[in-house]
């Protein structure tokens, strides 16, 4: 394959890698945080699977790149400026219902672009998209059933899960973006067309926001930009924390 | 305020094919179905089970301490059940 | 036959349940829930079992500190599920003091309001990333030492939720010990981080074992009971033992100028623990006494409408199944 393809590709597997990285780190947030002690290790395991998905992505977008790349610089040594993950995954975890709503949104998306993604040209691609598609079936059955026992639960909960909804709600279409990079890799039958998969994620959603008795609003704010590093605040934090041994001690191994 | 009416589980696990279910130890749960998962998530991070039971642990009926002359002596005194009971001769003493 | 005579049956009674429940333990039986045994007995299992259980999720927190700064992902993935671990024995332990009858709630709110101890070397702040190899190699080390001790104890639940805690808590220390290796094999800073930690966690890994033999108050009826199996200064040699080699194995030095290999007694003698600070941090003066509960208290709290709302919906689903 030439030099161009593989630089795109590790793009790809990059941003994929981003997505879970974030979305990991801020699952982990819970640890010690979760509302009672089963459901505190449920989440870990969640958050520990993002983590290995994103390890998975970055070890292969760094041997793409080569050149001393490796998952830990991928994820270190770049600033918010490089990361290349959609907004929602960074938005701060919240409370349950946001972050039980944002799981549940994503889990949809998810199981579609994996099972898309299982069919890449690009072997590796697919197989990372294998492991995780078992991983995400058993996170949306998790975030599918939270979804109805707080929209049905206490005049509270579903109130909670409401106000969750529409806040993440105008970072949803971003989901579905292709840009430049995509639409080459789509056409070269690696990457997946996100674009066709926003009917069958929004009616699939429909159905259990509607099982849940919580208005699906429409996305009538957007925002987007994180694909081109154009973040919202919160990721600059994130990463501060995340980076901070590395940027203290530079070069060291851990 | 509390988790008063979540509900205790036991669960018992299969750890391959071929094995007994065995109790493994409980934990709270709403109903069942979340009692599976948090089975999963709790007692199999090592993939230590094949299939796990979960049970309401209201529902287990124990033997009680006081019943046991009556409950298990009567079992005790059958020592022909046993395969050591039967002395053979050496050469087939593997049977 | 007059009330007199009744107390006076029922004291016998007792007696001899009692010389039953302690031959049954003399002989090496485990205890199960459904037996008989002293109220003294249940007491102080479910003090122990709970500081247990408390301790692990306590102990969640210091660890928990740096799963968002940990340096690398794939240190990162193992504090992780290592602090999920302590979760998990948390729960175990909370499923074993549960059989003595009483509930979650309960042990958490003994916890809440002090009436409940967890092990005070949790109390103590992790300040670097090498308090994550330090914590691991010598808390969950003496820990260890501690529990595998415990695999034997008389309670059948306990000694159970033990077996299976040891198993899982191998990886533990070797994680802890293998963040610290690294760091020795570094540079200059780095290595100091490594001696730092352990300059700050080796003597309050010592006093975990408790207070030397006289001075321990449960510790008498517990060997008898067979709750403990080993007195908390046999324990604590032990540790001393297993470590000192460990440590020079990397090259760190253990801050005690008067450890060395007795020849006579087979064993390393080690110096006094300072008891002060020992008691001192028990009584609220370590850096995190205040907010390792208040931590634990907001996360329970913030947590309430959730667990509301579970009620609220399973309530009404079993409404509707009866309907």
């Known amino acids: 394959?030439?030099?161009?393809?593989?630089?795109?590709i590790a793009a790809y597997a990059n941003r994929l890698g981003d997505d879970s990285l974030i979305h990991g780190h801020r699952l982990s947030e819970w640890c010690s945080n979760g509302p009672f002690l089963e459901e505190d290790l449920a989440m870990t395991n969640v958050a520990l699977d993002y983590i290995g998905r994103a390890r998975n992505f970055l070890t292969y977008a760094a041997e793409l790149i080569g050149g001393g790349a490796t998952e830990d610089t991928l994820a270190y040594e770049r600033d918010c400026l490089e990361y290349t993950n959609l907004l929602i995954y960074e938005l701060p975890k919240g409370d349950f219902a946001f972050t039980t709503a944002r799981q549940y949104l994503l889990d949809e998306f998810e199981l579609l672009f994996l099972t898309a993604l299982c069919n890449s040209e690009d072997s590796t691609l697919a197989a990372v998209a294998e492991k995780s598609l078992k991983e995400t079936r058993y996170h949306l059955r998790r975030s599918k059933e939270w979804m109805l026992r707080l929209g049905n639960g206490t005049e509270e909960s579903k109130e909670k899960l409401q106000t969750a909804v529409e806040q993440l709600i105008g970072y949803t279409p971003e989901l579905f973006e292709v840009d430049a990079l995509e639409k080459d890799l789509i056409s070269g039958g690696i990457a997946v067309d996100r674009a066709g998969l926003e009917e069958s994620?929004?009616?699939?959603?429909?159905?259990?926001?509607?099982?849940?008795?919580v208005n699906m609003p429409q996305a009538v704010w957007r925002v987007k930009g994180g694909r081109t590093g154009f973040h919202t605040e919160h990721l600059g934090h994130l990463l501060a924390d995340m980076q901070f041994v590395q940027r203290a001690y530079p070069g060291c191994q851990w | 305020m509390s988790q008063s009416n979540m509900k205790l589980y036991e669960v018992f696990i299969r750890g391959r094919r071929g094995l007994d279910h065995k109790h493994v130890g409980s934990l709270h749960a709403e109903d069942s179905e979340q009692a599976l998962e948090y089975a999963r998530d709790v007692y199999t991070r090592r993939g230590e089970g094949i299939s796990i039971w979960v049970v309401n642990s209201s529902d287990i009926c124990a033997s009680q301490e006081s019943d046991c002359e009556s409950f298990y002596d009567p079992l005790d005194d059958k020592p022909y059940r046993h395969a050591t009971h039967y002395q053979l001769p050496e050469k087939v003493n593997n049977m | 036959m007059n009330m007199s005579t009744m107390n006076l049956n029922r004291s016998q009674d007792e007696a001899e349940l009692e010389a039953e429940f302690q031959r049954r333990i003399d002989n090496e039986e485990k205890i199960e829930p459904k037996d008989w045994m002293p109220e003294a007995?249940?007491?102080?299992?479910?003090?122990?079992i709970s500081q247990h259980a408390h301790s692990e999720v306590i102990g969640m927190q210091p660890e928990g500190n740096w799963i968002t700064r940990a340096p690398s992902l794939h240190r990162k993935a193992v504090l992780l599920a290592k602090v999920q671990d302590e979760a998990g024995h948390g729960l175990y332990l909370y499923s074993a003091a549960e059989t003595l009858g009483i509930s979650r709630e309960e042990l958490i709110d003994a916890l809440h309001t002090g009436a409940a101890k967890y092990a005070s070397i949790f109390n103590y702040p992790s300040l670097s990333w090498a308090d994550m190899g330090a914590i691991g190699w010598l808390v969950d080390g003496a820990a260890i030492v501690n529990q595998v001790s415990l695999q034997r104890t008389s309670y059948g639940p306990y000694a159970r939720g033990m077996v299976r805690i040891c198993k899982e808590e191998s990886f533990h220390q070797r994680q802890g010990y293998h963040i610290l290796m690294t760091l020795m094999e570094g540079d200059e800073r780095q290595r100091k981080m490594a001696q730092d930690a352990v300059n700050?966690?080796?003597?309050?890994?010592?006093?975990?074992?408790?207070?030397?033999?006289?001075?321990?108050?449960h510790s008498g009826q517990s060997m008898t009971w067979k709750i403990k199996r080993q007195s908390n200064d046999e324990l604590r040699q032990k540790f001393v033992d297993q470590s000192v080699e460990q440590a020079e194995a990397i090259g760190l030095t253990l801050p005690d100028p008067d450890l060395r290999w007795n020849e006579e007694r087979g064993h390393y003698d080690f110096g006094e623990i300072d008891w002060d600070e020992f008691y001192s941090v028990i009584a609220g003066n370590g850096h995190c006494n205040r907010d390792r509960v208040a931590h634990h208290r907001r996360a329970h709290d913030e947590g309430a409408w959730v667990r509301e709302a579970l009620d609220a919906y399973e309530n009404k689903r079993a409404a509707a199944r009866t309907a």
């Open chain 3, 200 to 217: 700050r966690f080796w003597w309050p890994s010592l006093m975990m074992f408790g207070p030397h033999d006289s001075d321990s108050e």
């Open chain 3, 41 to 48: 007995y249940r007491k102080n299992l479910i003090r122990q």
């Open chain 1, 201 to 213: 994620w929004r009616s699939a959603c429909e159905k259990t926001f509607d099982e849940a008795g």
């Open chain 1, 1 to 8: 394959m030439s030099n161009v393809a593989n630089e795109k």
